[in-house]
C-alpha cells in the first residue's frame, strides 16, 4: 500500500512515506461502482459501466497487492483496503457470471446489483475512516489507541467482505434449485464452477 510509519517519539508519531494515493484510488472506484450501480437506465448498460470503471481501478488495487515488507500496523492497514477491492471483485465477477445465468429475471438482477452496491458503499465509507490516521489527530494517538483503531475498522470491513460472499453464495445457490427442479444443474456447474468450486 506504500505506508510506512515509523516511531519518532515516545508518542510514536507516525510518517506517511506515500500519501494514501494507491488507498484513495480504491475509494475512490469504490464510490463510481456505487454511482454507477444506481444511476443506469437498465441493468446491462448498468454492469456494463461498472465493469469499466472496475477495470480502470484494478490498476490501484493489484499496485497495493504487490507491495510487501510493511510494519505490522500498515500492513493492517493495506489489508483493511484491500478488503474493499475484494468486495469490488466479487461484485463485478459473480455478478458477470449471473447475468448470463438464465434462472435470473432482469427485476432480480436489478435488486441483485443493488444489494452488492449497498454493501460495497457501507464497506467504502468505513474504509474513509481509515485517513484519520494520517491527521492531525491520528498522529497524536497513542500506538494502542491506534492499533485498537485500525484493529476495529479492519474488523468491520472483513464483516462486509464475509457478507458480500455470503450474499453472493445464497444467490448462486437460489439459481442452483431453480436449475436443480429444471434438471439442468450441469449448465450451472459449468458457469459458476465445478463441485469441488460450489459456492451453495
Not at 20 to 29: D, H, S, V, Y
Amino acid at each position: 500500500m506504500g505506508l510506512c510509519f515509523h516511531a519518532q517519539t515516545t508518542k510514536a508519531q507516525w510518517v506517511v512515506t506515500d500519501p494514501m494515493n494507491l488507498a484513495q484510488g480504491i475509494i475512490n472506484t469504490a464510490k463510481q461502482i456505487v454511482e454507477a450501480s444506481t444511476t443506469a437506465k437498465n441493468v446491462i448498460s448498468n454492469f456494463q459501466e461498472t465493469a469499466k470503471i472496475y477495470q480502470q481501478g484494478k490498476q490501484y488495487y493489484d499496485a497495493l497487492k504487490s507491495v510487501h515488507d510493511l510494519v505490522k500496523d500498515a500492513r493492517k492497514v493495506q489489508q483493511t483496503i484491500l478488503l474493499v477491492g475484494d468486495i469490488s471483485d466479487i461484485y463485478v465477477n459473480s455478478f458477470q457470471k449471473m447475468m448470463a445465468d438464465e434462472n435470473f429475471s432482469v427485476e432480480e438482477l436489478s435488486a441483485i446489483a443493488l444489494g452488492y452496491a449497498k454493501l460495497l458503499e457501507e464497506s467504502s465509507e468505513v474504509l474513509t475512516e481509515l485517513k484519520t490516521i494520517t491527521s492531525a489527530n491520528g498522529l497524536s494517538m497513542s500506538d494502542a489507541e491506534r492499533m485498537a483503531f485500525i484493529d476495529r475498522i479492519y474488523n468491520e470491513v472483513r464483516g462486509y467482505k464475509n457478507l458480500v460472499q455470503y450474499y453472493t453464495n445464497k444467490n448462486i445457490s437460489v439459481s442452483y434449485l431453480r436449475a436443480k427442479k429444471k434438471n439442468d444443474t450441469d449448465r450451472i456447474m459449468a458457469l459458476y464452477g465445478s463441485p469441488s468450486e460450489r459456492y451453495w
